[in-house]
Every structure is written in structure tokens, then in C-alpha cells.
């Protein structure tokens, strides 16, 4: 093992470089998500996501994630709290580049307009919270439970 491959700042280099390709995947990944599940106008996800929250919430709400889908849950889901906090709390993504944040790397949404010490929301750790919720879930709630900890 090498050292140096693995050091924070090859970490945080890597999910720099990536960073652009990240932002052009999420919408068009989460338009598909919003098509596969048969909602109205998915496009709309990308401009209004907060109109589906009420569909999402209840799509999910009794629904069995098995370990196969997973982390294409985890990954749709995270991208969809990422876009309703940028939208709905004036926040942005970034890439965490404080060394000494138990977010460090990861992609956040960060810089909110209203709350200082709501700086930053890493949205897959929420998703993942999410999936690991036993039935019956809220992803409504689970929202509005985002700040706390934050």
C-alpha cells in the first residue's frame, strides 16, 4: 500500500477532479428516476424538486430496498435531497475541503443563504439514513429532521 495514493489530499484531489462529472450526471440521472417511477412531468424535478416530495415520500414509504438496489437508491435519493436543499434553502454543491469536517471530501450542499450554522448537508448521508429507516419511512420527515446535527 502506498501512502501517498491513499492520503487525504489524493483523497480530496480525486473527488475534485470528479466533481464536474458529478454535477453533469445528477439531473439527467434523477429526470430517469423521476421517469422510471411513472411521475407526471419529471422534468420538472430539476426546477420545482420540492413539488415531489409528497409522490417520493409516499413511493417509498413501505417499500423493500434490497441490498441489490441499494446503492442506486441511496444514490437517486441522495441526489434528490442535494437538489431540494439547493433549492428550497438557497444552498449550492461543493466538495467538503475541511481536513478537519467529518464531511471531507464528500459531496455536500453547502452555503446557504439564510443559516451560517447550517453551512453544510452531505444529502447521501441523510439518503442513507433514509434507507436504513425501518417501514414506515418519511422522507418528508427525514427532511425536516436534516438540520439537526448540522
Same mark, same amino acid.
Given at each position: ?7 487525504? @489530499?489524493?483523497?480530496? !484531489?480525486?473527488?475534485? !477532479? ?21 411521475? +407526471? ?24 430496498? &434490497? ?14 435531497? /442535494? ?12 466538495? +467538503?475541503?475541511?481536513? !478537519? ?8 450542499? /453547502?452555503?446557504? &443563504?439564510?443559516? @451560517? ?14 434507507? +436504513?429507516?425501518?417501514?414506515?419511512? &418519511?422522507?418528508?420527515? @427525514?427532511? @425536516?429532521? !436534516?438540520?439537526?446535527?448540522?
Amino acid at each position: 500500500m502506498d501512502g501517498i495514493e491513499y492520503s487525504p @489530499e489524493h483523497l480530496l !484531489a480525486r473527488r475534485i !477532479a470528479g466533481f464536474d462529472a458529478f454535477r453533469l450526471e445528477r439531473l439527467p440521472v434523477l429526470h430517469d428516476f423521476c421517469k422510471i417511477l411513472g411521475f +407526471d412531468q419529471p422534468h420538472e424535478v430539476l426546477i420545482t424538486p420540492q413539488k415531489f416530495l409528497p409522490q417520493l415520500d409516499s413511493y417509498f414509504r413501505n417499500a423493500v430496498i &434490497s441490498d441489490e438496489d441499494r446503492v442506486w437508491f441511496i444514490t437517486r435519493i441522495g441526489y434528490y435531497i /442535494g437538489e431540494y436543499l439547493v433549492t428550497v434553502y438557497d444552498g449550492f454543491w461543493q466538495v +467538503d475541503e475541511d481536513h !478537519a469536517s467529518p464531511t471531507f471530501s464528500r459531496y455536500i450542499v /453547502g452555503n446557504f &443563504s439564510f443559516d @451560517e450554522s447550517a453551512s453544510k448537508v452531505d444529502p447521501f448521508e441523510i439518503a442513507q439514513k433514509y434507507a +436504513d429507516t425501518p417501514v414506515p419511512r &418519511s422522507l418528508i420527515q @427525514e427532511l @425536516e429532521n !436534516a438540520w439537526v446535527g448540522y
